[in-house]
């Protein structure tokens, strides 16, 4: 949709253009634009959507090395989905609740008339079951015996077919119970769907803490980045916040809001061609992400810490974490991208994911 989008936007401006550039040069220029969005739609699965049609990739920001990067860990990635469970499990579950137009409803129930076929037992004298008394008829076969006097008698017989005629025979009064199907009209109660609010389960925001010290250069280098841009994808599909800290020596922490907007795509891809170097101090981006917990935005918040376990922990540190895991059940997920058994980052993370065989990425 968003190519075909492309394609029209450029017929349209093609007259517009006509006297400035020529036909190849403008379809060479657009083929390249479509070109690039088809690359990144390939990482973030609702591209066209999330950012928007204003968004001129004309400019040189997605030209750059930058967008070949994030294509390169995407294709990383879908060969280690183990990473990509672990940051779907990020953020603190929280039932929401939204207002649903499409398929979510709730049941009312309203009265309505209807015709209710029902099985009924009446009295009828046409169920011979019980002798309830003596009436007139002219129903021979219930017919008392004083009046086959007269139908045995020579002069009284005409008497006794007047009185059949007139229905005048003395005959045994019988009743019975008959069944059978009546209908009536009945309100009843009929439930009616309509559109309500959903409840459903969302998850939290995600804080990223990126080791950027010189011993992740290499392998851990890049699965540190690959995990970092899944975090951003997975938060930007879910709406979902992602904030990252990318920390390497003392007060050395680089902050980034991962947002899928032209200011911020441009400061991420910038940071996805940097090399990692330095030392590694972890306190200040812990600090840093401390602070941001106590705000209602990222109070459901888990942190990730991508690391390979190279770096000392100040007590000082491991006592703020464990008093924000006891005030607020923060969640602290560890990734050990090294092949370092770290007891580092045992006190500081769990669970503490561990993946070998980086070698052969």
Same mark, same amino acid.
Request: charged fraction near 25%; include cysteine.
């Given at each position: 949709?968003?190519?075909?989008?492309?394609?029209?936007?450029?017929?349209?401006?093609?007259?517009?253009?006509?006297?400035?550039?020529?036909?190849?040069?403008?379809?060479?220029?657009?083929?390249?634009? $479509?070109? @690039?969005?088809?690359?990144?739609?390939?990482?973030?699965?609702?591209?066209?959507?999330?950012?928007?049609?204003?968004?001129?990739?004309?400019?040189? %920001? &997605?030209?750059?090395?930058?967008?070949?990067?994030?294509?390169?860990?995407?294709?990383?990635?879908?060969? @280690?989905?183990?990473?990509?469970?672990?940051?779907?499990?990020?953020?603190?579950?929280?039932?929401?609740?939204?207002?649903?137009?499409?398929? #979510?409803?709730?049941?009312?129930?309203?009265?309505?008339?209807?015709? !209710?076929?029902?099985?009924?037992?009446?009295?009828?004298?046409?169920?011979?079951?019980?002798?309830?008394? !003596?009436?007139?008829?002219?129903?021979?076969?219930?017919?008392?015996?004083?009046?086959? #006097?007269?139908?045995?008698?020579?002069?009284?017989?005409?008497?006794? *077919?007047? /009185?059949? +005629?007139?229905? $005048?025979?003395?005959? =045994?009064? #019988?009743?019975?119970?008959?069944?059978? *199907?009546? &209908?009536?009209?009945?309100?009843?109660?009929?439930?009616?769907?309509?559109?309500?609010?959903?409840?459903?389960?969302?998850?939290?925001? !995600?804080? #990223?803490?990126?080791?950027?010290?010189?011993?992740?250069?290499?392998?851990?280098?890049? %699965?540190?980045?690959?995990?970092?841009?899944? +975090?951003?994808?997975?938060?930007?599909?879910?709406?979902?916040?992602?904030? &990252? =800290? +990318?920390?390497?020596?003392?007060?050395?922490?680089?902050?980034?809001?991962?947002?899928?907007?032209?200011?911020? &795509?441009?400061?991420?891809?910038?940071?996805? @061609?940097?090399?990692? *170097?330095?030392?590694?101090?972890?306190?200040?981006?812990?600090?840093?992400?401390?602070?941001?917990?106590?705000?209602?935005?990222?109070? /459901? +918040?888990?942190?990730?810490?991508?690391?390979?376990?190279?770096?000392?922990?100040?007590?000082?540190?491991?006592?703020?974490?464990?008093?924000?895991?006891?005030?607020?059940?923060?969640?602290?997920?560890?990734?050990?991208?090294?092949?370092?058994?770290?007891?580092?980052?045992?006190?500081?993370?769990?669970?503490? *994911?561990?993946?070998?065989?980086?070698?052969?990425?």
């Amino acid at each position: 949709e968003t190519l075909e989008q492309l394609q029209k936007e450029a017929l349209r401006l093609a007259g517009e253009n006509a006297a400035d550039l020529t036909s190849e040069q403008f379809l060479q220029g657009w083929q390249e634009r $479509a070109r @690039i969005w088809h690359e990144l739609a390939e990482v973030f699965d609702e591209l066209g959507s999330l950012l928007g049609r204003g968004w001129d990739l004309s400019q040189g %920001v &997605l030209a750059s090395q930058g967008w070949l990067e994030m294509v390169r860990l995407r294709k990383l990635l879908e060969q @280690i989905p183990q990473l990509k469970e672990l940051v779907r499990t990020l953020g603190k579950m929280q039932i929401s609740t939204e207002e649903d137009a499409m398929p #979510v409803t709730e049941q009312l129930f309203e009265p309505v008339k209807r015709l !209710i076929e029902e099985l009924k037992e009446i009295q009828s004298p046409l169920a011979p079951m019980e002798t309830r008394g !003596i009436i007139r008829s002219d129903d021979i076969s219930r017919m008392l015996p004083s009046e086959l #006097v007269f139908l045995g008698h020579p002069q009284l017989k005409m008497l006794w *077919h007047a /009185r059949r +005629a007139e229905k $005048a025979l003395l005959t =045994y009064r #019988v009743e019975g119970v008959l069944s059978e *199907h009546v &209908l009536t009209e009945k309100e009843v109660l009929e439930s009616k769907q309509q559109p309500g609010k959903k409840e459903h389960l969302e998850r939290g925001p !995600i804080i #990223v803490c990126l080791d950027t010290s010189g011993s992740m250069q290499g392998t851990p280098e890049m %699965v540190a980045k690959a995990l970092t841009l899944e +975090a951003m994808r997975v938060a930007l599909t879910e709406k979902r916040a992602c904030y &990252l =800290y +990318a920390f390497s020596g003392p007060q050395q922490v680089i902050e980034h809001q991962l947002e899928l907007t032209e200011q911020g &795509l441009t400061k991420f891809m910038a940071f996805l @061609i940097q090399s990692f *170097h330095g030392g590694t101090d972890i306190q200040a981006p812990l600090e840093k992400a401390m602070a941001k917990l106590d705000t209602e935005e990222w109070k /459901r +918040a888990d942190i990730m810490i991508v690391t390979d376990g190279e770096f000392p922990v100040p007590s000082n540190t491991v006592e703020l974490i464990n008093k924000a895991k006891e005030k607020n059940k923060l969640r602290i997920h560890g990734v050990l991208v090294g092949g370092w058994n770290s007891s580092a980052i045992e006190k500081l993370c769990n669970p503490v *994911h561990r993946f070998s065989n980086w070698q052969k990425f």
